[in-house]
T-cell receptor, first 111, second 117 residues
Framework: GENVEQHPSTLSVQEGDSAVIKCTYSDSASNYFPWYKQELGKRPQLIIDIRSNVGEKKDQRIAVTLNKTAKHFSLHITETQPEDSAVYFCAAHNAGNMLTFGGGTRLMVKP | SAVISQKPSRDICQRGTSLTIQCQVDSQVTMMFWYRQQPGQSLTLIATANQGSEATYESGFVIDKFPISRPNLTFSTLTVSNMSPEDSSIYLC??????????????FGPGTRLTVL
């Protein structure tokens, strides 16, 4: 089955700096890669996603890149703000219609 | 997007008892899933709830422990049976639904925080 590895597990940045979270996946048939943000005590919220037919997608301060050959994808957050502090999960979706999640990254943005 | 509600939002239960969690979606969806999120951990898929047939369970999860119902395309229940403290987790309902662009994505319910004493 699919295996998704996520790094780092914790990330601390200064407000205004950029944050990068990286994920690798094992199943070359995976074709959809969402990123979720989970604040304490709340549900995971989709923040951005990318499908296998594109290499990059951007939404304001958030961008995701995908390298299908290397089977890795990354989340980039620019100009970080304290409200970006949360746990971020990457996931990979395969033809079996299931999402496999990475282990999560706890991002702390220091004011 | 899909609006998903879960009941109860939280509960504290005694070991050996069972709890049924309900998930209601505001539109018909084909795919519904149940996840478990243990404290400080990632999300683990328990099973896919199939409408009109038995749920499909992931490795490590069995029907006797986590019976699931899916009577229609907007509703599902997950029961946590014969609970032990190790079952203390957040249980999340999730669905695939279409966004405005027509593509599908996965949404999560607010979760049920279960504590077993």
């Amino acid at each position: 089955g699919e295996n998704v590895e996520q790094h780092p597990s914790t990330l601390s940045v200064q407000e205004g700096d950029s944050a990068v979270i990286k994920c690798t996946y094992s199943d070359s048939a995976s074709n959809y890669f969402p990123w979720y943000k989970q604040e304490l005590g709340k549900r995971p919220q989709l923040i951005i996603d990318i499908r296998s037919n594109v290499g990059e997608k951007k939404d304001q301060r958030i961008a995701v890149t995908l390298n299908k050959t290397a089977k890795h994808f990354s989340l980039h957050i620019t100009e970080t703000q304290p409200e970006d502090s949360a746990v971020y999960f990457c996931a990979a979706h395969n033809a079996g219609n299931m999402l496999t999640f990475g282990g999560g990254t706890r991002l702390m943005v220091k004011p | 997007s899909a609006v998903i509600s879960q009941k109860p939002s939280r509960d504290i239960c005694q070991r050996g008892t069972s709890l049924t969690i309900q998930c209601q979606v505001d539109s018909q969806v084909t795919m519904m899933f149940w996840y478990r999120q243990q404290p400080g951990q990632s999300l683990t898929l328990i099973a896919t709830a199939n409408q009109g047939s038995e749920a499909t369970y992931e490795s490590g999860f069995v029907i006797d422990k986590f019976p699931i119902s899916r009577p229609n395309l907007t509703f599902s229940t997950l029961t946590v049976s014969n609970m032990s403290p190790e079952d203390s987790s957040i249980y999340l309902c999730s669905v695939w639904a279409s966004v405005l662009s027509g593509a599908d994505t996965q949404y999560f319910g607010p979760g049920t925080r279960l504590t077993v004493l």
